[in-house]
């Protein structure tokens, strides 16, 4: 029942359900809502329990000289989001404490800043190459991890498209037949997971958001040869499968079988997960479906590990 993307009426009844919507960009959850967000969470473990994978935690930050390594700030300048410090200079905190601090439009008033070494995690799966880096693997390895990811957009609309919101990513390290494989499981597990929670949703070809793509020849590669896939819901992504190849691998020295290990992930925008399931199903508690129970199905109908 995707119609307007945000009505006063929806907004409302999100809020009474626990939504706290910040004009920034921002979403604040409490109530029935958080539940909902914690077991979606939980449900996205649970389809990827028959690999195993390691759960991992990880800061916000990530440097900047390390996501250089894939080209990030290259080719996703408009999307990055800083960490940044006054520069801690006695005379430069003095001078910025004699001005007014905040600008008349609520802005932090211009100081000197020091060097800006680290960027908000645009993407979950970023750190645990990161974590992994120098390893040489003798089997596939398979990874899980959630963090609030950041991303600067054109405009913000509640649960859809958020300045802050909750990735969770699920990886596999490997050869390129074991991380195919994977994918293929995974992707299987996901589709059976909608239909028990009564969500419908299609997969698509999909490209990065490249800044200028029809001069990044990255944008044009995955076009011709696309290795993103998204599970979209009206027309909204609400997770997707990426083939890396081997670029994380060869990025950050890890190794399968004494090549460069390929890479992959299924990743899943908990809060746009809240709108679907809220479109869907309204936002009465008393509608919403047992998420982690259909998880636990949709795992088992695949017979353990793949």
């Known amino acids: ?14 809020a009474r359900a626990g939504l706290v919507w910040h004009p920034t960009g921002e ?4 109530g029935p809502l958080l539940r909902l967000a914690d077991d979606c969470d939980r449900a996205f473990v649970r389809l990827a329990s028959g ?13 900047a000289e390390l996501l250089q390594r894939v080209d990030y700030l290259r080719s996703f300048p408009h999307q990055a989001t800083f960490a940044v410090a006054m520069d801690g200079d006695e005379a430069n905190l003095e001078a910025f404490l004699s001005g007014p601090v ?12 020091a060097p800006v070494r680290d960027v908000l995690t645009p993407a979950a799966c970023y750190h645990l190459y990161r974590a992994h880096e120098g390893e040489s693997l003798d089997r596939p390895l398979h990874l899980t991890t959630r963090n609030t990811c950041f991303r600067r957009e054109h405009e913000y609309v509640p649960l859809r498209r958020l300045r802050s919101f909750s990735m969770r990513e699920v990886v ?39 800044f200028r793509p029809q001069r990044n020849p990255k944008a044009l590669l995955q076009r011709i040869a696309p290795v993103k896939h998204e599970a979209v819901y009206g027309d909204l992504a609400i997770g997707s499968t990426n083939d890396h190849h081997d670029r994380f691998g060869e990025g950050f020295g890890i190794d399968r079988d004494g090549a460069p290990a390929h890479s992959a992930c299924v990743a ?17 508690p008393a509608g919403w479906p047992a998420l982690p129970d259909a998880a636990a199905e949709a795992a088992d109908a695949a017979g353990g590990r793949p």
């Open 268 to 284: 899943f925008g908990i809060e746009r997960w809240l709108f679907a399931l809220t479109d869907r199903h309204g936002t009465d």
């Open 102 to 113: 905040l600008t008349g439009s609520g802005a932090v008033a211009p100081a000197a800043l």
């Open 1 to 14: 029942m995707t119609g307007p993307l945000m009505t006063g009426e929806r907004l409302d009844a999100l």
């Open 27 to 30: 979403a604040a959850l409490r």
């Open 51 to 63: 690999w195993e994978a390691q759960e991992e935690r990880h800061p916000a930050t990530l440097p």
């Open 172 to 210: 596999c390290l490997g050869t390129r037949a074991e991380t195919a494989a994977f994918l293929a499981a995974l992707r299987e597990r996901v589709e059976r997971f909608c239909e028990l929670v009564g969500l419908p949703v299609e997969w698509a070809n999909a490209t990065d958001p490249f």
